[in-house]
């Protein structure tokens, strides 16, 4: 009893430090991972821990940090928003489409935190060629790129870790990249389309009024060439991607898991590229790479200590059909990932989602496995657009508002996330639930 109990503790006083930040989360996880190491009684050995650490999570990520490292360089997402600026031609409302567009295109296939960091500048700088408030673009801007990183397994954390972790009976096999834009891509460009046109009315008509012909000369007079910094650069990096994407499209044919793939590319591009390696390490996000590595160590502390199946098979007792199941993972995900942030509620949950999945396949249902998954997958990415604290991308265009002089406050989003995330959670259950039943 004693091991659950201070296991328990320190996973919660840990948890607390991460939500509210009033230390630095990279720091505090590390500092829990260290406890339950050092804890008396426990018997956690160092290979054990290692042994709990998912480094085809890290060595994803690792290696998409890198390629987006050099394609930044390139000014490509600059060139883009500026040339859909310039081609709405003065209607509103095309601009604003063509900016989510790209933010959900682009998040799906490098990831929503970069896409928001390149294109929200962009769009302060659009906004006031307009004469237009950047408070609505902002919004759109986050919602896009949380719907859009849920088509692939790349496009948002909670996905790489699901997509890493994740195995679906009855041969135990991982979930592939193809899985992901095959069972949520229709999801998606569903959710996407539901969200312009909400957002179309929540902005309200005046938002959408053409801007005068003085400032549309001045958007129109802008040489969106300019903003591309390297085409030869451009070229490679774009050639790497591609390939990179190629090989997330057939890993599982060729018998490589997507970490593979990505270190892979990632070590191609610095060959054709010959940038220095040591200027593009220093972009590599590292707290947040050792931020996963003490989560996974208290997670699979939890695990060994019998506090996740304890919750598994609680959550199995509140109902014996897998629909309600399915649909109250769902919704849980996303009302708990939306204000306690989507990537440690994903973490948590995973190891759990697996004991329940491989109950109902020991039951005769493995054609169960896919629902859950993807319902625990949709709920963290759609809860990310519930509060600006519920996603990475969230955050990243909340710290960039917060240095311009219209900054995007926690009401404000709340205000028009709340109702979408509902509707979509709504959507996403009549979906998983019609698909998989």
């Given amino acids: 009893m004693y091991p659950v109990v201070a296991v328990t503790a320190i996973f919660a006083v840990t948890y607390y430090f991460i939500v509210t930040e009033r230390i630095n989360r990279t720091t505090v996880a590390l500092a829990g991972a260290l406890a339950v190491l050092l804890l008396p009684g426990l018997a956690l050995t160092q290979e054990e821990a290692v042994g709990f650490i998912d480094f085809n999570t890290l060595g994803l990520l690792v290696g998409m940090m890198l ?205 054709v590229t010959r940038i220095d390696p040591q200027e593009v390490l220093v972009e590599v996000e590292w707290p947040v790479l050792f931020f996963f590595i003490g989560l996974f160590v208290l997670v699979g502390a939890l695990d060994k200590v019998g506090v996740v199946a304890f919750l598994a098979n609680r959550f199995l007792a509140i109902s014996d059909n897998p629909q309600i199941l399915i649909v109250l993972l769902l919704w849980g995900t996303a009302v708990i990932g939306s204000l306690l942030s989507a990537v440690p509620t994903v973490t948590v949950l995973i190891p759990l989602v697996q004991v329940v999945v491989n109950h109902f396949s020991s039951t005769g249902s493995p054609e169960l496995a896919h629902a859950f998954w993807w319902a625990l997958a949709a709920g963290a990415c759609l809860g990310g657009n519930g509060t600006v604290v519920g996603a990475a991308a969230n955050m990243a265009v909340l710290g960039l508002s917060q240095k311009q002089r219209e900054p995007l406050t926690f009401g404000v989003f709340a205000r028009a996330g709340i109702p979408l995330t509902a509707i979509c959670l709504s959507i996403a259950s009549a979906y998983i639930l019609l698909r998989y039943s």
């Fill in 67 to 271: 390629i987006v490292a050099v394609l930044k360089r390139t000014g490509v997402f600059r060139y883009l928003a500026l040339k859909v600026a310039q081609q709405g031609r003065g209607r509103v409302f095309l601009i604003f489409a063509g900016f989510g567009a790209i933010t959900a295109v682009a998040s799906a296939f490098i990831d929503n935190v970069t896409t928001v960091l390149m294109i929200v500048p962009v769009i302060y700088l659009i906004a006031d060629l307009m004469g237009k408030s950047a408070v609505p673009f902002l919004v759109m801007e986050i919602i896009m790129a949380n719907i859009g990183g849920m088509a692939t397994m790349i496009g948002d954390p909670p996905n790489i870790l699901i997509g890493s972790r994740a195995l679906v009976p009855p041969l135990g096999e991982h979930l592939t990249f193809t899985d992901f834009m095959i069972h949520l891509g229709p999801l998606v460009l569903i959710c996407l389309v539901v969200a312009i046109i909400y957002l179309r009315f929540w902005n309200g008509r005046d938002f959408f009024s053409p801007p005068d012909e003085k400032r549309m000369v001045a958007l129109a007079s802008m040489d969106a060439e300019q903003a591309i910094k390297d085409r030869g650069l451009l070229s490679r990096a774009g050639g790497v991607l591609g390939l990179v994407l190629l090989g997330f499209l057939f890993h599982h044919q060729m018998g490589l898991q997507p970490a593979t793939v990505a270190m892979a590319g990632a070590a191609l591009l610095l060959v």
